[in-house]
Structure formats: C-alpha cells, structure tokens
C-alpha cells in the first residue's frame, strides 16, 4: 500500500478507535459488571452471613464485586474494542503515513 500524498510505502494502520473504545468499553464495562454484582455481592454476602457472621457477609460481598467488576471490564472491554474497530474503519481515517505524516483512507469499494 502506498500513501497516496507522497507515494511512500511506510504506511501503518491506526487503531485510535480501537484503543479508545477498548478503554471506554472497560472502565463501563466494570462499572456496570460491578453495580450487578452488588445484587450477586448482596447473595454472597447473605450467603457469607450463614457461613462466617459479619466477616462472611464482608468477604462474600467483596469477592461477588470484585468478580462482577472483572468480569464486567473484560467483557465491556472487548465490545468496546469492536465498536472502536467500527469506527476506525468507517469514521476515522484508519492509515497513517509515517513519512509525511499524513492520515487517509483507502476509497471504500462497494
Ligand atoms: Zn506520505
């Protein structure tokens, strides 16, 4: 592939989008993991109460958040990153020359 200003080959692809909606789709993805495993932590800490009294009821509410919270973030990470991945292929310019520094897109062929 060449860049179409200065016919150099040192052409990378960015993934702006990619990046960006990963980051997004994490820091969401966490939060809304870890607000639904505030119901999950409230099972495990019920659960915990049983089992261990008051400490049982605080372990079990912290690991149910901490999972729902890991879980969430890898889970809205990936779908963040495929929406970034939209985006860098339909919105932003997805190549970058690195010798005149100059973005572009290849023309869309339908
Ligand atoms: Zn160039």
Redesign the pocket.
Known sequence: M???????E??VKRRVGRRVGGAIGTAAGAVAGGSAALSGGEAGAALGTVIGGPIGAFGGGLAGLVIGGLLGAVVGGRAGEDAGAVVDERVLDPFV??????TFRLPICK
Request: proline share 7%; hydrophobic share 15%.
């Open positions: 060449e860049c179409p200003f200065c016919g150099s040192s052409v020359c690195k010798d005149c520094g100059r």
